[in-house]
């Protein structure tokens, strides 16, 4: 019923930048929060940085100062800016968010991923 969809990853030489960009589409009423997170190989999901409904915002320590997230509520979605990349950086970024969505004539709030997009930092 909700899709995400992520867009923007790919290779980038350290201490370049890349935008990702999440776009939530459906019967939403209403998304309260949006957030990206990373799983490089042989380690586990983490967090990199959350947007709630009221304007709050976290990061990761790692990423801190580096990333930047927005959101753009009018078209549901979802930017990460990052700069100053490293390799350690290299991983694949989902799009995570908290939805109340129409379903069978009455709300319901769920979480939702998107596909992931690989972002690789290397020379």
């Known amino acids: 019923q909700v899709q995400l969809v992520e867009s923007g990853g790919g290779l980038v030489q350290p201490g370049g930048s890349l935008r990702l960009s999440c776009a939530a589409s459906?019967?939403?009423?209403?998304?309260?929060?949006m957030g990206w997170y990373r799983q490089a190989p042989g380690k586990q999901r983490v967090l990199v940085a959350s947007?709630?409904?009221?304007?709050?915002?976290n990061y990761a320590d790692s990423v801190k100062g580096r990333f930047t997230i927005s959101r753009d509520n009018a078209k549901n979605t979802v930017y990460l800016q990052m700069n100053n990349l490293t390799p350690e950086d290299s991983a694949v970024y989902y799009c995570?968010?908290?939805?109340?969505?129409?379903?069978?004539?009455?709300?319901?709030?769920?979480?939702?991923w998107g596909q992931g997009t690989q972002v690789t930092v290397s020379s």
């Open positions: 995570n968010a908290r939805v109340a969505a129409w379903r069978i004539g009455a709300l319901y709030e769920s979480d939702y």
């Open positions: 947007s709630g409904s009221g304007g709050s915002l």
């Open positions: 459906g019967r939403i009423f209403s998304i309260n929060a």
